[in-house]
């Protein structure tokens, strides 16, 4: 019998109880099934993504090209000039910007490990191998044993490679991708190795740039080598390179679509001639923006049957020559051609079918620009005047080039009074747009043409109210820019140098180490004959052995 405390019959109880039961077996039926459900779906998700990154053999599933600009010598500083001249010569608005300024991304850090002040050498070791050098190495460690790089690792993965310059092709950035020795001044042995032969074999499918006399036996009218070597004629019937040396050869190529990969391109003797130049030259030269945009078809076009992309590096080698020589006038027009073409390499990017990225940087800056300038025993004067650059239509390493052809031409029969007259009024006025130069400043250009482009450079830069601290490289940060995307977060912020070789070839999924790794059981230690590498490394890090530019 039911009692006051238990007002439910047997009967009822026993149900009550079994009900209990039941529901505590489906509440733990359905959280079981929740967390198998869960945990298949996080699986599914994973293997999704792993699927859509990756392919069964470790590397992208997905078409990728990679294209790396390398701004040579430009520093922030030079963005602030370049933005200013732009807004006044085209009237355009304070607030108008670079293209460049719309995808700065971060930051990079560029000492090298030796010098907080690094040279190109050892910046661009670290971009493509990912790793710290010595001043004036060439894909090579302080041990002094070479280091694989993310061009020559792409090329094995099976993507197309090139190098894009405006300065010699054996220069120590392109060269830095594609050789390796101790020292930058090697460019007779990195010619050699950038057409193939060296260790590794072929590793570039394209090259555009200047440079020609590293290339031409010394036999040869307009060549620089040290030994009768026909490196053109070895590479093409060696390597099995097509080659151009003219404007109508570039124009031939039909932007990239009638190229036939190898290609060597190789435009100027040395250096393609600075762009204010260039451009009263342009049926002699091509310019860095149709060089990157003819590269970019002509790989396009290799790897159009190919499940693998390209990796392309693209220099505006000369901003860092401006800097060298404290030519204002000549470094603006430099990051405007380079603004351009990384203009061009975005629109490339957002046209494609394939996947890809644009990450670009500095290796250092050069010159210690600074967008003011004290006047000795004067008060400081905060502005500077971008349309002192504007009046200018010719580089200083182009008036002085001039200057000294004039005084050869001239020989002993030219006065100093007439050479000072004649400077006055066929470089100074027409060349820098300059119409108040002193008797001491002409003086100074016709008693010492040797020294002409800095003594150019100077007179634009005092009007213009630049300054210039050094005619070497500094140690200020640089910027880095990128299309975007979420891997390219590795590179946010401010990062080393060496972290941005590192997400070069974390994007193509290469592996450089490997390539290290072949490289030393194909190579002995690089050797400089007689003389201790550490001695030779010593004084080349001392200036022992420079020459005037480019370092």
């Keep these: 019998m039911a009692t006051e405390n238990s007002p439910l019959l047997p009967n009822e109880a026993r149900a009550s109880a079994a009900s209990r039961r039941w529901s505590r077996v489906r509440e733990v039926a359905l959280f079981a099934w929740a967390v198998i459900a869960t945990a298949a779906v996080i699986v599914i998700a994973v293997w999704t993504q792993h699927n859509q990154q990756t392919s069964g053999n470790g590397s992208p599933s997905a078409k ?72 004036g190495a060439i894909s090579v460690l302080p041990d002094f044993e070479p280091c694989g790089s993310v061009l020559e690792a792409a090329k094995r993965a099976g993507y197309m490679t090139g190098l894009v310059v405006t300065t010699d ?47 031409l036996p010394n036999s040869t009218y307009g060549s620089c080598r040290q030994d009768d070597v026909d490196v053109v004629r070895l590479a093409q019937e060696q390597y099995g390179w097509s080659y151009t040396d003219s404007r109508d050869g570039f124009d031939s190529l039909k932007g990239g679509n009638k190229a036939h990969l190898p290609l060597l391109g190789l435009f100027a003797s040395g250096d393609v001639p600075f762009e204010m130049d260039r451009k009263n030259m342009n049926d002699v030269y091509p310019s860095l923006d149709e060089m990157a945009k003819t590269a970019l078809r002509a790989l396009e076009k290799a790897t159009a049957d190919s499940d693998k992309g390209f990796f392309l590096m693209i220099e505006g080698s000369r901003i860092d020559h401006a800097g060298h020589f404290n030519d204002p006038a000549a470094q ?38 600074s967008l003011a300038f004290q006047e000795p025993g004067k008060r400081p004067l905060y502005n500077w005047y971008p349309q002192v650059l504007a009046n200018a239509s010719a580089s200083c390493e182009n008036l002085a080039a001039r200057l000294r052809h004039h005084i050869d031409e001239q020989s002993s029969a030219l006065s100093h009074d007439d050479l000072k007259s004649w400077i006055n009024k066929e470089l100074i006025l027409p060349g820098l747009g300059i119409a108040d130069a002193t008797d001491k400043e002409l003086s100074q250009l016709a008693k010492y043409p040797e020294a002409a482009i800095e003594t150019f450079a100077a007179i634009i830069s005092l009007r213009a109210h630049i300054g210039w601290s050094s005619h070497g490289h500094s140690a200020v940060d640089v910027n880095v820019y990128s299309s975007g995307g979420p891997e390219a977060d590795r590179i946010r ?38 003389m201790n590498a550490e001695s030779f490394v010593s004084k080349w890090n001392t200036g022992i052995y420079h020459t005037a530019e480019g370092q």
């Excluded at 790396?68 to 030079?78: E, K, R």
């Excluded at 304070?94 to 995808?103: A, E, F, M, R, S």
């Excluded at 997400?503 to 050797?527: C, I, M, N, W």
């Design 332 to 369: 603006v027009r430099e990051v405007l051609e380079y603004d351009k073409a990384f203009d061009s390499v975005l629109s490339f990017l957002r046209d494609s079918d394939d996947d890809g990225i644009l990450v670009a940087t500095s290796d250092h800056e050069t010159g210690g620009l």
């Design 493 to 530: 912020g401010n990062v080393e140098n060496t972290d941005i070789g590192k997400f070069l070839s974390h994007y193509l999924d290469v592996d450089v180490d490997e390539v290290t790794r072949e490289l030393r059981q194909k190579t002995s230690k690089p050797s400089l004959g007689a």
């Design 64 to 135: 990728r090209n990679l294209i790396f600009m390398v701004s040579d010598g430009m520093g922030p500083a030079s963005l602030s000039l370049t933005r200013s001249y732009r807004q006044l010569v085209d009237n355009l608005p304070h607030d108008d910007t670079l293209v460049l300024d719309k995808h700065l991304w971060g930051s990079s850090r560029t000492r090298s490990s030796n010098s907080l002040v690094t040279d190109s050498a050892a910046g661009a070791t670290a971009f493509s191998c990912g790793k710290k050098s010595y001043n």
């Design 169 to 215: 092709i054996t220069d120590a950035t392109p060269a830095c991708f594609a050789s390796h020795v101790l020292l930058r001044g090697m460019q007779d042995e990195i010619a050699l190795q950038e057409i193939g032969h060296g260790p590794l074999g072929r590793s570039v499918d394209l090259m555009l740039g200047g440079g020609r006399c590293h290339f």
